[in-house]
C-alpha cells in the first residue's frame, strides 16, 4: 500500500469541508498552506568530539484565533510534509476546543534513542538556539509531542529563557510541575476523551455503568483510559491489546493485573486466567464502547464492517481510514473524531500556559472541571453540527473548527 502524504490529506480534508461550507475561496487559499515555516540546521557537538548537524522544522499555520501552539517530535523519519498536516490538525483542533491559539508543529530528524541525555540536551538547546526568535508566549508555544519528554522541555524553556533574559515558563508547555507544569498533564489526553465518550453515552441513551469498553492500544492514553472508565464510570473493561496482541475477560479484566503483567514482560499478552484474542478480534468485539488509542489506520474498509460498537472514540491521531469512515456512518456507529476525542492534552497544555502568565498554579480539581467544560461544550458543538448539516461527526468537527478560524480571519480583515 502506498504511504499517503499526510499533508495532501490534510489538505484534502479541508477543501472537503469548504465543499460543504461553500467557503470564500481567498480564505480556502489562506487555509491551504501554512502561514509561516522555518527551516533550521541545527549543529550539536557529539560525545566523541565530533560535530553533526541535524535538519529541524518550526511551522507555524495559522494564528487568526491567538499565538501557535503545537509539538515538538524528534523522530528519524520526520518529514516536512508531516510537521505541516500536524500543525493544520492542530489548528483545527485548537479552534474547535475554543482555546485562543492557532496551530503550529515541530520536528528535528533524529533518533533520539541513539542519542545519550548529553547530546540530547545539546540538541534540544541547540535547536531552541535557531528558533528562540521565531517563538514565545505571545507568539508560538511549543509542547511535548513523540519521543520528547518534559525534561525536553525544561532543557528547551532554559534555553529559551536565558536567551530572553528572563524566566519565560510560558514559552513551553508540558514541563515538569515545579518549573512551571499544570497538575493534570499527565492522564489529560485519556481524561479529556472520557469525558466526550460520556456525552456520547447520553446523547445514544447508554447508561455508562453498565458498558463494556474494548481498548486497542495499552500505552500511556490507552492504559490511562483504561483505569479512568473504572474510576469515572465504574464500566466494564473486557478487553485490552498492544503490538503483540490482546487479552479479554467478558466479566471485566482486573486492570491491576495486566498492568503488573505488562510492566514485568513489556506485553499484555499472556497475562494469566484471561483469553488471549488477536488485535482484529478485539476491533471486532460486541462491545458499547471501543476506544482506539495505539496507531494510524487500525479500521480500514475491510474490519470497518465488522465493528459492533456503537461508540468508537479515537483517543489516536488517524486510526479510521476515509472509507471505513463511511462505512461506520452507514452502520450507525457513533465515531468521536480523534481532533475531538484526544483533544484533553492540549487544552491542559492551555492551561499550564495560562497559568504560567498568571503566576497562579490551579489545583487539581480546578484544572478536571476546566477541562470537564471544555471537552463538553466541544462535544456538543460538534454533535449539533453533525445534526444541523447531516454529516458524520468528523465532518462537523472540521466544520466547527474551520468556521471559527475563517470568522476570525474575517473579523480581522484577512478575507
Ligand atoms: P504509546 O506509545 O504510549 O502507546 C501506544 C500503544 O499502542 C502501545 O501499547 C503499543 O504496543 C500499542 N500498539 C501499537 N500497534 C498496535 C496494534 N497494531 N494493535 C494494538 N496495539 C498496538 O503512545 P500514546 O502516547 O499512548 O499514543 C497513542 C496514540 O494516541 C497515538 O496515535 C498518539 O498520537 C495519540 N495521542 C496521544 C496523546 C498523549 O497524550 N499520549 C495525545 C494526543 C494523541
Given at each position: 500500500m502506498t504511504e499517503q502524504n499526510p499533508f495532501e490529506m490534510a489538505q484534502k480534508q479541508l477543501d472537503d469541508c469548504a465543499e460543504t461550507?461553500?467557503?470564500?475561496?481567498?480564505?480556502?487559499?489562506?487555509?491551504?498552506?501554512?502561514?509561516?515555516?522555518?527551516?533550521?540546521?541545527?549543529?550539536?557537538?557529539?560525545?566523541?568530539?565530533?560535530?553533526?548537524?541535524?535538519?529541524g522544522f518550526r511551522v507555524q499555520y495559522n494564528d487568526a484565533l491567538g499565538p501557535t501552539k503545537g509539538g515538538?517530535?524528534?523522530?528519524?523519519?520526520?518529514?516536512?510534509?508531516?510537521v505541516r498536516a500536524l500543525a493544520a490538525w492542530m489548528t483545527w483542533k485548537c479552534a474547535l476546543l475554543g482555546l485562543p491559539l492557532g496551530g503550529g508543529k515541530g520536528g528535528v530528524i533524529c533518533n533520539p534513542k541513539e542519542l545519550s541525555d548529553g547530546e540530547l540536551e545539546r540538541l534540544s538547546r541547540a535547536y531552541i538556539d535557531q528558533i528562540w526568535q521565531f517563538i514565545g508566549p505571545d507568539k508560538d508555544i511549543p509542547a511535548p509531542d513523540v519521543y520528547t519528554t518534559s525534561q525536553v522541555m525544561a532543557?528547551?524553556?532554559?534555553?529559551?529563557?536565558?536567551?530572553v533574559g528572563k524566566n519565560q515558563f510560558g514559552c513551553i508547555t508540558g514541563k515538569?510541575?515545579?518549573?512551571?507544569?499544570?497538575?493534570?498533564?499527565?492522564?489529560?489526553?485519556?481524561?479529556?476523551?472520557?469525558?466526550?465518550?460520556?456525552?456520547?453515552?447520553?446523547?445514544?441513551?447508554?447508561?455508562?455503568?453498565?458498558?463494556?469498553v474494548a481498548i486497542?492500544?495499552?500505552?500511556?492514553?490507552?492504559?490511562?483510559?483504561?483505569?479512568?472508565?473504572?474510576?469515572?464510570f465504574d464500566a466494564k473493561v473486557v478487553a485490552v491489546s498492544d503490538s503483540k496482541g490482546g487479552v479479554y475477560n467478558k466479566d471485566g479484566l482486573a486492570l491491576e493485573n495486566v498492568c503488573d503483567y505488562k510492566a514485568k514482560t513489556t506485553s499484555v499478552v499472556n497475562t494469566p486466567?484471561?483469553?488471549?484474542?488477536?488485535?482484529?478480534?478485539?476491533?471486532?468485539?460486541?462491545?458499547?464502547?471501543?476506544?482506539?488509542?495505539?496507531?494510524e489506520n487500525a479500521i480500514t474498509r475491510d474490519n470497518a464492517p465488522n465493528v459492533k460498537a456503537k461508540i468508537l472514540a479515537e483517543l489516536a491521531n488517524g486510526p479510521t481510514t476515509p472509507e471505513a469512515d463511511a462505512i461506520l456512518y452507514d452502520n450507525g456507529v457513533h465515531v468521536i473524531p480523534d481532533f475531538l476525542c484526544n483533544a484533553g492534552g492540549v487544552t491542559v497544555s492551555y492551561f499550564e500556559m495560562v497559568q504560567n502568565i498568571s503566576m497562579y498554579c490551579w489545583s487539581i480539581e480546578e484544572v478536571y472541571e476546566r477541562l470537564n467544560t471544555k471537552m463538553t461544550d466541544a462535544y456538543h458543538s460538534v454533535l449539533d453540527a453533525s445534526r444541523i448539516y447531516g454529516i458524520?461527526?468528523?465532518?462537523?468537527?472540521?466544520?466547527?473548527?474551520?468556521?471559527?478560524?475563517?470568522?476570525?480571519?474575517?473579523?480581522?480583515?484577512?478575507?
Open positions: 461550507l461553500h467557503l470564500d475561496p481567498g480564505a480556502h487559499e489562506i487555509l491551504r498552506q501554512p502561514m509561516r515555516e522555518l527551516h533550521v540546521s541545527i549543529p550539536v557537538r557529539m560525545d566523541d568530539g565530533t560535530t553533526r548537524v541535524f535538519q515538538i517530535r524528534f523522530h528519524p523519519e520526520e518529514t516536512i510534509d508531516t532543557w528547551m524553556m532554559d534555553e529559551y529563557s536565558k536567551r515538569p510541575i515545579c518549573i512551571g507544569g499544570s497538575c493534570g498533564r499527565e492522564d489529560a489526553t485519556a481524561r479529556g476523551g472520557m469525558y466526550t465518550i460520556r456525552e456520547a453515552a447520553k446523547a445514544l441513551g447508554l447508561d455508562l455503568k453498565n458498558v463494556t486497542q492500544g495499552y500505552g500511556n492514553a490507552g492504559c490511562n483510559a483504561a483505569f479512568l472508565c473504572k474510576e469515572l486466567d484471561v483469553e488471549q484474542i488477536t488485535n482484529e478480534e478485539l476491533l471486532e468485539l460486541d462491545v458499547d464502547v471501543l476506544i482506539a488509542a495505539a496507531l458524520n461527526m468528523r465532518q462537523a468537527a472540521y466544520v466547527v473548527a474551520v468556521d471559527r478560524v475563517v470568522e476570525a480571519m474575517r473579523l480581522r480583515g484577512w478575507v
